[in-house]
C-alpha cells in the first residue's frame, strides 16, 4: 500500500509539473524592452495598440513602442503596411522584430513589428450613405407679394476602395404684379451631379461624373457636362477633407432664345474642401473649370461656398452661394450668374 501511494504521489506531481511546464509554451506571448514578459492570448493589434488577454492580469492594452518582440500558439492575421495580409503562427525574434512560420505557399520570413498596421483587426462596418438637406421658404404680404422655395441635397456613401456622391439644388421664386395681379416667375432652376470615385491608393483616385443644369429664367434649357480624370485626396479626416481633380468633360448646352446647340470638348480642373472651422460652424467650398481645348479663352465655371452653423449634431441653418460664368453666354444673357440659398438643414 505505501509503494502504490508513493507511485500515485509520484504521477500527480509529475502532472503538475507538467502542466506547468507545458501550459506557458502552449500560449501567446508578449516581451518588453525591459525583458518582463506576459503570457496568455493575443486579441488584436490596431493603431499600434495591442489588446492581450492575460493569463494573470486579464485584459490588457499595451503600447506597442514597449514591445520588445511577441509569438503566437495559434495562427493570427497579420495585415502589413503595404496591404500583404498573411495568417501564420509567429514566433519571437530580436528586438522589433518578429518570425513568420512558413508552409506550402508561404516562406517563412522575419519581419519588423513596426511594418505591421493590424493584427486580428475587428470586421470593418458595412459603408452607408450619410448626408443631408437643406431647405427653406419665404413669403411676404402687403406692398409686394413674393413667394420662394429652395432646396439641396448630399449624399455619400465612403467604402474602403470607392466613393459615390449625389447632389442637388433646386430653387423656385414667384412675385405678384401689382398692376396685373399676375405671378411672375423670379427664379426656376434646378441641377445635379452624380460621381463616381475609385481610390487606386488611400489617396490617388479615378472619376467620373455628369451633370445636369436647367435655368428657364436663364432660357437655359439644358447643360449636361459627362467628365472623368484623376483625383488626389490631400486631407480626408472627421474635421477637413480637401481634394484636387484634373480630366476631361464633354460639355453640351442648348438655351431655349437659340435653335442651335453648343457641343465642345474641354479640360475638366477642380477641388473641393469641406472644413469644420469650428465645433458649431463649416465651411464647403468647390470650383470646376471647363477651358474649351480648341480656344482657352471659350470657357464654364462653377462655383458654390456654403456656410453652416450647427444647433445641434443634426440640425443646422446654412449660406450658400452658387456662381456660374459661361464665357460665351446665349444671346441676350449675361456671362455671371449668382444664386443665393438660406435655408435649415438635417443630417444623417
Known amino acids: 500500500m505505501k509503494n502504490l501511494e508513493k507511485v500515485l504521489f509520484c504521477v500527480i506531481v509529475g502532472m ?3 502542466t506547468a511546464i507545458v501550459r506557458p509554451a502552449c500560449a501567446d506571448e508578449v516581451v518588453f524592452n525591459n525583458g518582463d514578459r506576459l503570457t496568455g492570448k493575443i486579441i488584436r493589434l490596431v493603431d499600434n495598440k495591442l489588446v492581450f488577454l492575460s493569463d494573470m492580469a486579464g485584459e490588457v492594452t499595451l503600447d506597442v513602442s514597449k514591445v520588445k518582440t511577441f509569438s503566437s ?3 493570427v492575421e497579420i495585415h502589413l503596411n503595404d496591404g500583404t495580409v ?3 503562427k509567429v514566433s519571437q525574434a530580436g528586438p522589433d522584430r518578429f518570425s513568420v512560420e512558413g508552409n506550402e ?3 517563412a520570413q522575419e519581419l519588423a513589428i513596426s511594418a505591421v498596421s493590424s493584427i486580428n483587426p475587428p470586421p470593418k462596418p458595412e459603408p452607408k450613405w450619410i448626408g443631408n438637406i437643406p431647405a427653406g421658404y419665404t413669403s411676404t404680404h402687403g406692398n409686394t407679394k413674393t413667394e420662394q422655395l429652395n432646396g439641396s441635397m448630399n449624399l455619400s456613401r465612403r467604402a474602403e476602395r470607392d466613393r459615390i456622391s ?3 439644388d433646386y430653387a423656385r421664386g414667384e412675385q405678384e404684379d401689382p398692376d396685373t395681379g399676375k405671378d411672375k416667375k423670379t427664379e426656376d432652376w434646378w441641377r445635379s451631379r452624380i460621381k463616381y470615385d475609385y481610390f487606386f491608393t488611400k489617396k490617388l483616385y479615378g472619376y467620373v461624373d455628369n451633370r445636369y443644369e436647367k435655368d428657364s429664367i436663364a432660357e437655359l434649357d439644358r447643360r449636361i457636362i459627362i467628365g ?3 483625383g488626389y485626396q490631400w486631407v480626408e479626416t472627421d474635421d477637413m477633407k480637401f481634394s484636387t481633380e484634373a480630366g476631361l468633360a464633354s460639355l453640351y448646352e442648348k438655351y431655349d432664345n437659340t435653335g442651335d ?3 465642345e470638348l474641354s479640360a475638366q480642373l477642380g477641388y473641393h474642401l469641406d472644413k469644420k ?3 458649431k460652424f463649416g465651411f464647403v467650398h468647390d470650383l470646376t473649370y471647363y477651358p474649351s481645348l480648341e480656344e482657352l479663352s471659350d470657357y464654364y465655371m462653377t462655383t458654390s461656398a456654403e456656410v453652416r452653423a450647427y444647433f445641434t449634431e443634426r440640425f443646422f441653418a446654412n449660406l450658400k452661394a452658387i456662381l456660374n460664368y459661361d464665357a460665351t453666354p446665349a444671346a441676350g444673357s449675361g456671362d455671371t450668374d449668382v444664386k443665393y440659398i438660406f435655408g435649415l438643414g438635417v443630417n444623417f
Do not use: F, H, M, R
Request: charged content about 15%; proline content about 4%; hydrophobic content about 35%.
Open 16 to 18: 503538475l509539473v507538467q
Open 73 to 75: 500558439n495559434e495562427p
Open 86 to 88: 498573411l495568417k501564420q
Open 105 to 107: 505557399t508561404i516562406k
Open 166 to 168: 449625389l447632389n442637388a
Open 228 to 230: 472623368g480624370g484623376a
Open 261 to 263: 446647340s453648343n457641343s
Open 277 to 279: 472651422l469650428y465645433k
